[in-house]
């Protein structure tokens, strides 16, 4: 079966510290990995995805996301935070025979000046 | 590439009528998602289409809730009664299935629905 799990459903950091936003998977096949922000009244952008090539994988404005096995983990991080990362973040894996995605509940992330 | 589209973008309606939120999907995309957001129950899928047929269902809510895409351009979500429960963002997405499992989903800006 396939599900993902974030831990903290809020997370608080000060502008300029680290960005630590937790995704565990479980998956019956090897999985596809995907992280998602979504600002207020907005729809869902992809930060970035992990599709079995390097294990680290860099998206957009600034953020990367380390595939661990053995953790079954797919934590993303940014080393610097910005006010305008204030958002919710949405980790997902895709299905095992179909391409539906399963996500998780999401964690918002503010930034304190 | 204008992206998803989905209109209308806001809707106001009474309990008890007829809802119909509509979606484009990106252009030469040929799977499409519908899902719901609302604070208690987060992201849902409520149904998807691979080459403009149902695939899985199951996340449809009730018989109140259906859904068509009667060509590759275009898919409509229909709510026939409204329930003031039914308020939520709905949001549409679509990806190509040239690279299976590993394809992006690509989102509207959604549909917010408010039924009093």
């Known amino acids: 079966a396939q599900s993902v799990t974030q831990l903290g459903s809020h997370v608080s950091v000060s502008e300029g510290a680290l960005v630590l936003l937790r995704c565990n998977y479980s998956?019956?096949?090897?999985?596809?990995l995907f992280w998602y922000v979504q600002y207020p009244n907005q729809g869902l952008q992809l930060l970035l995805k992990?599709?079995?090539?390097?294990?680290l994988v860099k998206g957009i404005n600034g953020f990367e996301a380390e595939f661990k096995k053995s953790e079954t983990s797919f934590h993303l991080t940014k080393p610097s935070a910005h006010m305008s990362d204030a958002a919710e973040y949405f980790c997902?894996?895709?299905?095992?025979?179909?391409?539906?995605?399963?996500f998780g509940t999401g964690t918002s992330l503010t930034v304190i000046p | 590439d204008a992206g998803v589209i989905q209109s209308p973008r806001h809707e106001v309606t009474e309990m008890g009528q007829e809802v119909t939120l509509r979606c484009k999907p990106i252009s030469g995309h040929n799977s499409l998602f519908w899902y719901r957001q609302t604070m208690m129950r987060g992201l849902e899928l409520l149904i998807y289409?691979?080459?403009?047929?149902?695939?899985?269902d199951s996340g449809m809510p009730e018989d109140r809730f259906s859904a068509k895409m009667p060509n590759a351009s275009f898919s409509t979500l229909k709510i026939q009664p409204s329930e003031p429960r039914d308020s939520a963002v709905y949001f549409c997405?679509?990806?190509?299935?040239?690279?299976?499992?590993?394809?992006?989903?690509?989102f509207g800006p959604g549909t917010r629905l408010l039924v009093l």
């Open positions: 997405a679509s990806s190509s299935l040239a690279g299976g499992r590993r394809e992006t989903q690509y």
């Open positions: 992990y599709t079995s090539a390097a294990t």
């Open positions: 998956s019956s096949v090897p999985p596809y």
């Open positions: 997902a894996v895709s299905g095992s025979t179909g391409n539906q995605f399963y």
């Open positions: 289409f691979n080459n403009n047929v149902p695939i899985d």
